[in-house]
Structures are given as C-alpha cells and as structure tokens.
C-alpha cells in the first residue's frame, strides 16, 4: 500500500494570518483520517492545498504520487466540499449522469444515488430538495466517479441521523476495499466512531497525531462530575490529583490524574457533594484540552 496524501513542511500565510505553519501529514492508502479543530485552525486550508485549490507558500503537496491537480483530474479524487452550488433546474438523475459522463470509469448513476441513498428522488428537480437532500446528492457527485481518495469537508452538515448513518456505512465500505477518506469535521463524535486516526490542527500546526485512543491518552486521566452548593475554584484546585477545574453554576467538573484520591478528598472537604460520575477521558475533552482554545 502507498501514501494517498502527503504534505511535506506545508505553510500558507494570509497576509500576516499564519493558516499552516510548517505541516507534515502523511496519510496511507485505505486510511480513514479526521482532521479537527477550532475555527480558523487551518482546516479548509490544508484540504484546498491537498486538491491543488490553493498553492502552499512553500513546501509540497502529492496526492496518490501526483501532483494533487493531476490526480483531481485523472478522476481519482471525489470532493465534498462544505459549500458548493448545484444547478435547480436539472433532475437528480440527470445530474448524476451527466457527473459521471465526465469520469473515465465511474460507477452507474444508479449505484451512485443507492450509495447516496437518492433513488426516490432521482426525477425530481434539484431545486424542489431540501438542505439535507442536497447535502446527499453532493455525495453522490462525490463518489459517482469511484475514486481512490475522498475528500469530505463537513460532509454531513444537514443531514438526519439516518442519512448520516448511510453516508458513514458507505465511506467506511469504500475504505474496507482499499480506498481512503480523509474529512474534516465539527461533530466529534463522527471522529470518534469512524475515524482509523485523528489529525488535531491549532494555529495552523499538529497538535496530534494518531488513533483516536491515542490522541485521548495525550491527555490522560479522567473526569470527575459533580454538583456542589457553592464551589470555588481555587479551592478545587488544591484537591489531590486535580488537574484542570470547570465550574458553570453548581455544576463541577475536575480533571484528575488520581480520581480516587479526588473522590476521598472531595468528600471530606464538602457535605453537600451529590450526583457524582467519574468519566474516562472522550475525544471532545482532548480536543479541548490540547487546542487550548488556539484558534
């Protein structure tokens, strides 16, 4: 198996904004990769580079051993982008067709819209859809040419859990039989349950770099959650173990190295403690914790 994507010391600049600072990302052949991160981490930005969209102020860019236009126009790479306009007056399947006519070996409109889960509404107008009807005919455009990559900005933003659900079972097909998907997104449960690894972007650099059971270790520890009468921070702070506090009104939360130890002090130092949880680390509190509110 070779590399699908690579960016080698990868930085743009936007007038004196830093949107990458010097980014390497390697990803293999049949990989699902997420890429995270806060607003303006530099997300868009290193997928517009990946496709040939944008050039890097320096550094480089190859996409399946091509230069990343090269690829997008052999037919090889499949782009959801997060906005993108499509035509009202055609029908569905008229559209389908037409995409996959310029491809050199597509799949059937039909396997297409199926993968899409359109075929109901192939002979309707595309002006006559609704935002998350349109969001799947987007991918249906995406994958109708079958390529060896896909690139997926916000893929699905508008979309009912099911059609989430069937735009995640076809991705993840695709990738079992060799094919890669590399996607940006806010929803970071999707990255939790679909994602082989995460890519966590902030300030335009990689803050980590792994499987998402590894990219939760970074942070490590667990969570305690509770509710307290009155609470001050500081004097959570010097509770054994702790970490990191959150106080939003009588709700606490506590990041421990020893929630054990947490547990025993927090008991004996206040009476009014109630509806305590002790949580392991999930992939939202690493997001967190390791962006640290970098944008």
Same mark, same amino acid.
């Given at each position: ?24 990302? @390697? ?7 997420? +890429? ?55 029908? @569905? ?49 995406? @994958? ?25 079972h076809e991705v993840r097909a695709r990738t079992a039989r060799g094919r890669t998907a590399v996607f ?27 499987s998402v059971a590894t990219v939760k270790s970074l942070v490590g520890g667990s969570e305690v959650r509770? +509710? ?44 009014? @403690?109630?509806?305590?949880? +002790? ?17």
């Amino acid at each position: 198996m070779g590399n699908a994507l690579e960016l080698r010391a990868v930085t743009k600049t936007y007038g004196p904004v830093k949107a990458l600072g010097g980014v390497d990302l @390697v990803v293999g052949e049949g990989e699902t990769v997420a +890429v995270l991160g806060p607003n303006g981490a530099g997300k868009s930005t290193l997928l517009s580079i990946a496709l040939g969209l944008r050039a890097p102020a320096s550094g480089t860019a190859r996409v399946l051993g091509r230069a990343p236009l090269e690829a997008l126009r052999a037919g090889r790479v499949g782009v959801l982008p997060q906005e993108s306009g499509l035509l009202d007056d055609v029908r @569905v399947g008229e559209l389908v067709a037409a995409v996959a006519g310029m491809y050199p070996d597509p799949l059937t409109p039909e396997l297409a819209m199926r993968a899409a889960g359109i075929e109901p509404i192939a002979a309707r107008r595309v002006g006559q859809l609704s935002g998350g009807q349109r969001q799947r005919v987007r991918f249906a455009l995406c @994958v109708v040419g079958d390529p060896d990559l896909l690139v997926l900005d916000e893929p699905t933003v508008g979309l009912d859990v099911e059609g989430r659900r069937a735009l995640w079972h076809e991705v993840r097909a695709r990738t079992a039989r060799g094919r890669t998907a590399v996607f940006a997104t806010h929803y970071l449960t999707e990255a939790d349950d679909y994602a082989d690894r995460v890519v966590l972007l902030a300030g335009g650099e990689v803050v980590a770099d792994g499987s998402v059971a590894t990219v939760k270790s970074l942070v490590g520890g667990s969570e305690v959650r509770c +509710v307290l009468g009155a609470a001050d921070p500081a004097e959570l702070e010097i509770l054994p173990g702790v970490r990191q506090v959150s106080v939003e009104g009588r709700a606490v939360s506590l990041r421990t190295n020893d929630s054990d130890a947490t547990l025993r002090a927090l008991f004996a130092r206040y009476d009014d @403690v109630s509806d305590v949880r +002790v949580e392991s680390t999930d992939l939202e509190s690493a997001f967190v914790s390791l962006t640290g509110g970098r944008g």
